[in-house]
């Protein structure tokens, strides 16, 4: 049996960011429960130098929208950074799960070889679609749903692996 490039990656990024919108819904409760605001919790991280727990979620959000457009060859949706609530990052979670979903197996299945460009902040990167998705975008999409499960850890939020790994599952 084979995989394909399409199960490799819209499943995959949906089950992650449903189980993110799941850890971060704890993590609400845990806040909510000791009187943290939403701009307090949304504006945690974990040393000074690093992005804020809405830019996690943000960027976990990107990475599978973005991914599977990429994929898909289509230019990828934008997505405003503007969330300054909960409510706001649990809706674009959902919008990103709706985009995801909305593609369809035969517009990413025979990516694997599909040239991929990528202009970063740091310089440019090219990739074939297969190493795109298992050296890029899933690496990237679990570091940052990570990052978020480890914030909310971090503030006291009751979370174990299994809110993690099969949160929305449950």
């Not at 992650?16 to 919108?21: D, F, T």
């Not at 990516?111 to 899933?138: A, C, P, T, W």
Request: hydrophobic share 40%.
């Amino acid at each position: 049996m084979t995989l394909s490039m399409y199960q490799a990656s819209v499943p995959v990024f949906v089950r992650a960011l449903s189980n993110l919108a799941h850890v971060l819904k704890k993590g609400e409760a845990h806040a909510k429960a000791r009187n943290v605001t939403d701009e307090v919790l949304l504006g945690t991280r974990l040393i000074p130098d690093m992005l804020p727990l809405t830019k996690q979620v943000q960027i976990a959000c990107d990475m599978a929208a973005r991914g599977t457009a990429r994929l898909a060859g289509v230019e990828p949706a934008s997505f405003e950074d503007n969330e300054t609530t909960l409510e706001q990052l649990y809706a674009r979670i959902q919008r990103v799960i709706d985009y995801v979903q909305g593609f369809k197996a035969e517009q990413i299945d025979g990516s694997e070889g599909r040239e991929i460009h990528l202009k970063m902040r740091n310089g440019e990167m090219d990739f074939k679609g297969q190493d795109y998705l298992f050296g890029f975008v899933i690496p990237n999409l679990y570091f940052h749903c990570t990052t978020t499960y480890v914030i909310l850890r971090e503030a006291g939020a009751e979370l174990g692996k299994t809110d993690f790994i099969a949160g929305a599952q449950q």
